[in-house]
């Protein structure tokens, strides 16, 4: 058994609070890392089958063929181990907009962070994901337009639950295209949604993408008896 209660690391950010910490939880019987930002959780690694299944989903026609992966927010590390799961992942680029998060994950204070950090096809990268959606340059700092086959965001609570009013543009019609500018024809884009599907996001995904679908990942909630259920996104960038 882990310590009842352990504040791993504080840290006053921009955006407010940062806190990561660690709690034996005894319905689970396992420790339980979480993220908090203020009043925030922004993590917990309590309920995470919806990130694994995110990368699963996007990933599951990728075939043989290499495929360079993109993933918006680090958070736990759940979403881009799922995707290094895969074999035809040559690369894995993480845009995190903290820094601490970064840090927290080579220092090893966050379970994933020593796998990661050990896979040469990973690569954290200190960024705001969305303004590099906007830039001319792209989601590689060291390779300018670079193009990925599939590229996953789990950063907001949903698109219209936002962590920062700046990040709503993205889930425009217009800021989608411009992040179509950096992936591969018929590359998969996936959004994690703490929501149920919403037509109207669905909507303005079809403006932009060829072919779309929500997925919703239904798994076990023990501390209220019930199944709980989160949402994925799934659009297919047009063809070249």
């Known amino acids: 058994m882990g310590l009842r209660f352990e504040e791993l690391d504080w840290r006053s950010t921009p955006m407010g609070e ?6 034996w939880d005894p319905v689970f ?3 339980v890392h979480e993220i908090k930002l203020g009043d925030e959780f922004l993590m917990s690694s309590m309920f995470t089958a919806a990130e694994v299944e995110m990368a699963r989903l996007a990933l599951a026609e990728s ?3 290499p495929v360079d992966v993109a993933v918006g927010g680090l958070g736990l590390g759940f979403t881009a181990q799922a995707v290094l799961e895969h074999s035809a992942v040559s690369s894995l680029t993480v ?10 994950h ?7 962070g020593a796998e990661l950090s050990a896979d040469p ?3 954290l990268v200190h960024g705001d994901f969305f303004a590099l959606t906007d830039s001319a340059t792209g989601l590689d700092p060291d390779e300018s337009g670079r ?10 609570h949903s698109p219209n639950h936002l962590l920062n009013d700046s990040h709503a543009d993205f889930y425009s019609a217009e800021g989608l295209r411009r992040l179509v500018r950096f992936m591969h024809p018929g590359g998969v884009f996936a ?14 995904l079809g403006e932009v993408f060829p072919e779309v679908r929500a997925e919703v990942v239904v798994f076990p909630n023990p501390l209220q008896d019930r199944d709980a259920a989160n949402t994925v996104y799934l659009a297919t960038a047009p063809p070249a």
């Open 95 to 104: 845009v995190e907009a903290m820094p601490e998060v970064i840090e927290w």
């Open 106 to 112: 080579k220092r090893g204070l966050i379970p994933a």
């Open 191 to 204: 959004l994690w949604s703490n929501d149920p599907p919403d037509a109207r996001f669905s909507a303005v």
């Open 147 to 156: 193009r990925f086959h599939a590229v996953l965001v789990d950063i907001d």
């Open 121 to 123: 096809r990973c690569r």
């Open 29 to 31: 019987g396992a420790d």
């Open 63 to 65: 075939g043989d063929d």
């Open 18 to 23: 940062l806190v990561l910490r660690r709690r």
